[in-house]
């Protein structure tokens, strides 16, 4: 059963070791990852836009939701729209059988439409996020070029999704 629900100071050490997890899961695969950032990342959950997915009370997944639009990102007519925006989205390899990625994305569909926003939009610096957010419904609406690296800005419509425990195991 996996739950989604706002993180908070105290999930702080959980989400820092499932960061970790990811970490070194990428590492193995040569892949750069964030073992440096642990700490800033995690610390988020502390400061009230880090949502947790749960399973079996162990943290398997965060990502920090915002409604603010980048201001680098989108121009002021996208920004306009009332979207949801994810980032730092992670989870543990452990329940990666599960999808907790694809959960935590269709949590967030649901969510924009519960809340009569018409996006969720998230960014990444690889194009194999890309293609593995294209397989969550969510497509490439423009790339830009910024200092840490090439930058895919993605988008999904917001729709009500069924999401109950037959389907997903949420609860």
Do not use: N
């Not at 910024?146 to 069924?162: K, N």
């Not at 109950?164 to 195991?169: N, S």
């Amino acid at each position: 059963m996996f739950t989604m629900r706002p993180a908070t100071e105290a999930d702080t050490p959980a989400v820092a070791a499932m960061i970790a997890a990811r970490c070194t899961w990428m590492e193995q695969r040569g892949l750069v990852s964030w073992r440096e950032h642990i700490d800033d990342l995690a610390g988020q959950a502390a400061a009230g836009f880090m949502w947790v997915l749960e399973a079996e009370a162990r943290i398997v997944g965060c990502t920090t939701v915002t409604t603010d639009a980048p201001p680098k990102d989108w121009t002021p007519e996208e920004a306009a729209e009332e979207a949801l925006y994810l980032f730092t989205t992670v989870t543990d390899p452990a329940y990666r059988e599960h999808k907790p990625g694809t959960l935590i994305a269709l949590w967030a569909v649901d969510r924009a439409a519960r809340q009569e926003r018409r996006w969720v939009r998230r960014g990444c610096f690889f194009p194999e996020l890309v293609k593995y957010y294209e397989t969550q419904g969510f497509f490439l609406v423009k790339e830009q070029e910024r200092r840490a690296g090439h930058l895919y800005l993605l988008a999904r419509r917001a729709e009500r999704l069924d999401l109950d425990v037959a389907t997903t195991g949420y609860r």
